[in-house]
Nanobody, 124 residues
């Protein structure tokens, strides 16, 4: 069974940076595309970024493009999300997810495994 554990969330001010990390265990990491999603109070869970199995392709939501960077290390079984120039509207619980499909997905319902989430709060 795949397990995902996120870390790195916290309370920061607008304009600051945070780096989220997700550790994958239980299966072969390179068999999974990885994604980051977020959910703000009262809102649907939304796509943030995704990366293909070997990191050759990355995808971003328009709202984070140019500010966030997703990366993975298949030797360490980790996927990170570097978040720069944070805005109050980035405040949410951030989730790491794994998908066994060959094509990188952006719909949360298509991901197979989820972490427990880490809170990111950006004050103005």
């Amino acid at each position: 069974q795949v397990q995902l554990v996120e870390s790195g969330g916290g309370l920061v001010q607008a304009g600051d940076s945070l780096r989220l990390s997700c550790v994958f265990s239980g299966r072969t990491f390179s068999n999974y595309a990885m994604g980051w999603f977020r959910q703000a109070p009262g809102k649907e869970r939304e796509f943030v970024a995704a990366i293909s199995r070997f990191g050759s392709r990355t995808y971003y939501a328009d709202s984070v493009k140019g500010r966030f960077t997703i990366s993975r290390d298949n030797a360490k079984n980790t996927v990170d999300l570097q978040m720069n120039s944070l805005k109050p509207e980035d405040t949410a619980v951030y989730y790491c997810a794994a998908d066994n499909a060959l094509v990188v997905q952006t719909a949360p319902g298509l991901y197979d495994y989820w972490g427990q989430g880490t809170q990111v709060t950006v004050s103005s």
